[in-house]
C-alpha cells in the first residue's frame, strides 16, 4: 500500500481557502486517492475522491498533477466548524471483498476566528 | 441520508470482561469494517467481513476479538477478555460503491 505523507497542522483563519498537500510517491496505478475529515470523538467522514486532474464537489475540490505523486485537497472559505482533522488515503476504494483504509496521522486543521 | 449506528457510545467494563459492541450497518451495504482510534492516535483496521464471514483481519484481531452477523442486520465485535490496552474508540463502517460510512462509535474504557 502506497505510503502518505502529510502535514502535522494548519493553521487558517475563517473565509480562507485552505490547501492541504498529500504526497504519495509509490502510489500504483490501480489506486484512487480519498481524502476524510475527523471531528473529535466522531468516525472520519468521506469528503472526496478522485484518480487524477481535478474533481469538485459541494465541499471541497482534489487537484491531482498528472504524475499522481502528490494531491493537494482544496476547501474554499473555511468556517470554524471545519476545524478537524483531514486524512490522505491511497489504495483501491472498490471491488473487493476488502477494501480496508489505512489512515495515517492526518492533518490536523484549526481554524481561527 | 441513512446512518450507520453504533451501541452503546460509552461503555466502562472491568479488565476480564467480556464486551460486546454493536452496530447496526446501513441496509444494502454489503461490506462491513471495525476500526478502533486509541486516544490520541490513528484510525486502526481491525477487520472487514462480507458474505457472513472474515475478508481480511489484522495484526490487533487476534483470537480475543470476534465478529459477527448474529441476526443477518446488526454487526456485533465481541472482545472476550478485555485488556487495559483495548481501551479505545470503536468504530463500525460500511462500504458502498467507493465510499466507507463510518458510525460515531462506541468509546470503550477498561478499568
Known amino acids: 500500500l502506497a505510503k502518505t505523507t502529510q502535514p502535522i497542522s494548519m493553521d487558517s483563519y475563517e473565509g480562507q481557502e485552505v490547501n492541504i498537500t498529500c504526497s504519495h510517491n509509490?502510489?500504483?496505478?490501480?489506486?484512487?486517492i480519498t481524502w476524510y475529515q475527523q471531528f473529535p470523538s466522531q468516525g472520519p467522514r468521506f469528503i472526496i475522491q478522485g484518480y487524477k486532474t481535478k474533481v469538485t464537489n459541494e465541499v471541497a475540490s482534489l487537484f491531482i498533477p498528472a504524475d499522481r505523486k502528490s494531491s493537494t485537497l482544496s476547501l474554499p472559505r473555511v468556517s470554524l466548524s471545519d476545524t478537524a482533522v483531514y486524512y490522505c488515503l491511497v489504495g483501491v476504494p472498490y471491488g473487493g471483498a476488502t477494501n480496508k483504509l489505512i489512515f495515517g496521522t492526518g492533518t490536523l486543521l484549526a481554524v481561527q476566528p | 441520508e441513512p446512518e450507520v449506528t453504533q451501541t452503546p457510545s460509552h461503555q466502562v467494563t472491568q479488565m476480564g470482561q467480556e464486551v460486546i459492541l454493536r452496530c447496526v450497518p446501513i441496509s444494502n451495504h454489503l461490506y462491513f469494517y471495525w476500526y478502533r482510534q486509541i486516544l490520541g492516535q490513528k484510525v486502526e483496521f481491525l477487520v472487514s467481513?462480507?458474505?457472513?464471514?472474515?475478508?481480511?483481519k489484522s495484526e490487533i484481531f487476534d483470537d480475543q476479538f470476534s465478529v459477527e452477523r448474529p441476526d443477518g442486520s446488526n454487526f456485533t465485535l465481541k472482545i472476550r477478555s478485555t485488556k487495559l490496552e483495548d481501551s479505545a474508540m470503536y468504530f463500525c463502517?460500511?462500504?458502498?460503491?467507493?465510499?466507507?460510512?463510518f458510525g460515531p462509535g462506541t468509546r470503550l474504557t477498561v478499568t
Open positions: 463502517a460500511n462500504q458502498r460503491e467507493n465510499e466507507q460510512y
Open positions: 467481513f462480507y458474505n457472513n464471514e472474515i475478508s481480511e
Open positions: 509509490n502510489i500504483a496505478t490501480n489506486d484512487y
